[in-house]
């Protein structure tokens, strides 16, 4: 079955500046891959995914890359700000059946410091 | 307007009860889930339902028992609950399909005793 490793575990960086998270995946037959913010007992929430037919992807400050040669997606956040705190989890699916099957990363705990 | 709902919202019972998590979305969706997010934020899918058929069973304990009444509503039993089922549970719907995007119930934490 599908795995996927996420690093770093833990991240903190001041405000305004980038931050980054990174995934591998093991099933070549995954075709989509979104990211999901987690707040402190809240629950998970999409905030932007990709395509495996498709490289990079932006939404005002996030951006999500894409190497299926490599198997690698990456999360890129830029002027963080104390809100974006939170626990992030990449996750990669492929089609089962009528819906998504997602293998979730481990989260990467995101602390932007003041 | 909730989404995705959850009943009840903490659970907390002893060792050998059995007990149930209701979830019910009202977005039209064809295809429900069931996540446990361990201690250590770990989420996992344990079901899916696709217009209350069953399509994702992951290596789950036969305890736990899935039932969809109907597309709107997916429901988890447990029976004989452990220690090691303290977890919260997650529900969640999405349109049917690759790549669409599944919105997340508000959790149920269960805590037993």
């Known amino acids: 079955g599908e795995n996927v490793e996420q690093h770093p575990s833990t991240l903190s960086v001041q405000e305004g500046d980038s931050a980054v998270i990174k995934c591998t995946y093991s099933d070549s037959a995954s075709n989509y891959f979104p990211w999901y913010k987690q707040e402190l007992g809240k629950r998970p929430q999409l905030i932007i995914d990709?395509?495996?037919?498709?490289g990079e992807k932006k939404d005002q400050r996030i951006a999500v890359t894409l190497n299926k040669t490599a198997k690698h997606f990456s999360l890129h956040i830029t002027e963080t700000q104390p809100e974006d705190s939170a626990v992030y989890f990449c996750?990669?699916?492929?089609?089962?059946?009528?819906?998504?099957?997602?293998?979730f990363g481990t989260g990467t705990q995101l602390k932007v410091e003041l | 307007d909730t989404a995705v709902s959850q009943t009840p919202k903490y659970l907390v019972t002893q060792m050998g009860n059995d007990k149930s998590i209701k979830c019910e979305q009202n977005?039209?969706?064809?295809?429900m889930y069931w996540y446990k997010q361990d201690s250590k934020k770990f989420l996992k899918i344990m079901f899916s339902y696709n217009n209350k058929e069953l399509i994702i069973n992951e290596t789950v304990p036969n305890r736990f028992s899935p039932k969809s009444p109907d597309k709107a509503h997916l429901n988890l039993h447990i029976n004989s609950l452990e220690l090691g089922d303290s977890a919260v549970y997650f529900c969640a719907s999405s349109q049917a399909g690759l790549a669409y995007e599944q919105y997340f119930g508000p959790g149920t934490r269960l805590t037993v005793t």
């Open positions: 990709i395509r495996s037919n498709v």
């Open positions: 977005l039209g969706h064809d295809t």
């Open positions: 996750a990669a699916s492929k089609f089962a059946g009528g819906g998504n099957k997602l293998t």
